[in-house]
């Protein structure tokens, strides 16, 4: 038990350089957990933004579609009116002419929203996309700044609870 006596006295006489090593470790241990927060962010970031220009593309590829299913059921809907009206023995010139127009223009504008439709929601994950990115960016920049306030803070506090500055009172 001699051992344990003289192990007791080192460390009493050792206490301030002990404590002053734990709070350097503790410090440094602080500032890298900042740093990797701010990495583990912003590959999160990235990750959801990868995501959101997976979907802008899934999206984009099926308002595509649906305008092309779209535009091909108004080509047979024309087609029928057109045969309808000439079964029946009607000149394809006047009203019917009009109403034939008038189904072809519908079926474009019907057309035209499909896609506008479709592009504003492909820009939409894309601008979220973009912003992802951007935050991402901003999180690892952040991590380093709690990295380094974190350090400064640390060993400033070190220094005065040491005796290496004095505490301003």
Do not use: C
Not at 2 to 29: K, N, P, Q
Not at 55 to 70: D, I, Y
């Amino acid at each position: 038990m001699a051992w344990l006596a003289a192990v007791g006295t080192w460390v009493g006489a050792h206490a301030a350089t002990i404590g002053m090593a734990a709070s350097v470790v503790g410090t440094a241990i602080s500032a890298f957990s900042s740093i990797q927060a701010g990495r583990q962010q912003k590959a999160a970031s990235r990750y959801n933004a990868k995501m959101q220009m997976i979907q802008a593309e899934r999206e984009r590829s099926a308002k595509l579609l649906e305008e092309r299913r779209h535009r091909q059921q108004s080509t047979r809907l024309l087609a029928r009116q057109r045969s309808l009206y000439l079964k029946a023995g009607v000149a394809l010139e006047g009203t019917p002419l009009e109403v034939i127009g008038q189904t072809a223009v519908e079926s474009e504008i019907d057309a035209m929203i499909i896609r506008a439709t479709g592009k504003g929601r492909y820009l939409d994950r894309l601008t979220m996309a973009g912003m992802l990115k951007k935050m991402g960016k901003e999180y690892e920049t952040a991590g380093y700044l709690r990295a380094g306030s974190t350090l400064l803070t640390g060993v400033g506090q070190t220094m005065i609870g040491y005796g290496g500055i004095p505490a301003e009172d």
